[in-house]
């Protein structure tokens, strides 16, 4: 990758960068820029979608919530994907929370606008549902993810994808927001982060985790990071 097309893909949607350039071009003039802020909710469960995003930075969790107000991530999206698949499938309801994690900015759309672009162009459709399928089994793998494998596993991989999607070392992660994220006690995710720090993958400081050593935090990670970023990367091209 020239380090020209690096920098684009860093600052850009790379589901739109996907796209011959021509047709990149001709759809900006539908897409307006919003700024993302950490908490923001997108997207309640039931919602309907009226908007579809493309992050250009940031990352967004789509969360699954119980009843009592427990929540678990399921999904996350950055730059390498888009907020709003209902539009996609030609559905309207949300079935998850859809909510900012760390700030960044991203492309809005309208939803029928998209839906009218789709039609005239086979092209963004091809890209898009590719990205749904590779989105559902981000879900699906997710499920079994947080069923079998570790809280170290699942942290890991929490920590990678947060650093692929931030493309930057300094994490802005409290101990109690992962707990949340990953459905488990506090404690449990301060005595893997302690064993992290220790093993010198990781130096936690309060409010931030800084990546020290991530090839051997893709060793520790469960091998759902890698089945998830394979999938994006086979049809992306960045």
């Given at each position: 990758?020239?380090s020209?097309?690096?920098?684009?893909?860093q600052?850009?949607?790379r589901?739109?960068?996907?796209?011959?350039?021509?047709?990149?071009?001709?759809?900006?003039?539908?897409?307006?820029l919003?700024?993302?802020?950490?908490?923001?909710?997108?997207?309640?469960?039931?919602?309907?979608?009226?908007?579809?995003?493309?992050?250009?930075?940031?990352?967004?969790?789509?969360?699954?919530?119980?009843?009592?107000?427990?929540?678990?991530?399921?999904?996350?999206v950055?730059?390498?994907?888009?907020?709003?698949?209902?539009?996609?499938?030609?559905?309207?309801?949300?079935?998850?929370?859809?909510?900012?994690?760390?700030?960044?900015?991203?492309?809005?759309?309208?939803?029928?606008?998209?839906?009218?672009?789709?039609?005239?162009?086979?092209?963004?459709?091809?890209?898009?549902?590719?990205?749904?399928h590779?989105?559902?089994?981000?879900?699906?793998?997710s499920?079994?993810?947080n069923?079998?494998?570790?809280?170290?596993?699942?942290?890991?991989?929490?920590?990678?994808?947060?650093?692929?999607?931030?493309?930057?070392?300094t994490l802005?992660?409290?101990?109690?927001?992962l707990?949340?994220?990953?459905?488990?006690?506090?404690?449990?995710?301060?005595?893997?982060?302690?064993?992290?720090?220790?093993q010198?993958?990781?130096?936690?400081?309060?409010?931030k985790?800084?990546?020290?050593?991530?090839?051997r935090?893709?060793?520790?990670?469960?091998?759902?990071?890698?089945?998830?970023r394979?999938e994006?990367?086979?049809?992306?091209?960045?």
């Amino acid at each position: 990758m020239s380090s020209l097309k690096a920098r684009e893909s860093q600052l850009s949607n790379r589901l739109l960068l996907a796209l011959p350039r021509p047709e990149h071009e001709r759809l900006l003039p539908y897409f307006e820029l919003v700024r993302l802020t950490p908490g923001r909710i997108l997207y309640d469960v039931g919602d309907t979608v009226r908007h579809a995003y493309f992050p250009r930075s940031g990352m967004i969790s789509l969360l699954s919530i119980t009843q009592d107000g427990r929540t678990v991530e399921v999904g996350m999206v950055g730059n390498e994907g888009m907020i709003g698949l209902p539009t996609v499938l030609r559905c309207n309801v949300v079935p998850y929370q859809v909510m900012v994690q760390f700030a960044g900015n991203a492309l809005r759309i309208s939803a029928n606008a998209l839906k009218a672009q789709m039609s005239r162009n086979t092209q963004l459709q091809e890209i898009l549902l590719c990205y749904t399928h590779a989105l559902l089994i981000q879900i699906a793998q997710s499920a079994a993810c947080n069923r079998f494998h570790t809280v170290e596993g699942r942290l890991c991989r929490w920590l990678l994808v947060s650093h692929d999607r931030l493309t930057t070392d300094t994490l802005p992660l409290t101990q109690e927001f992962l707990s949340h994220m990953l459905g488990v006690p506090r404690t449990s995710v301060t005595a893997v982060a302690r064993l992290l720090q220790e093993q010198g993958l990781i130096r936690y400081r309060r409010g931030k985790i800084i990546v020290l050593n991530r090839a051997r935090l893709e060793i520790h990670s469960c091998e759902c990071y890698r089945l998830v970023r394979n999938e994006i990367e086979q049809f992306l091209v960045a």
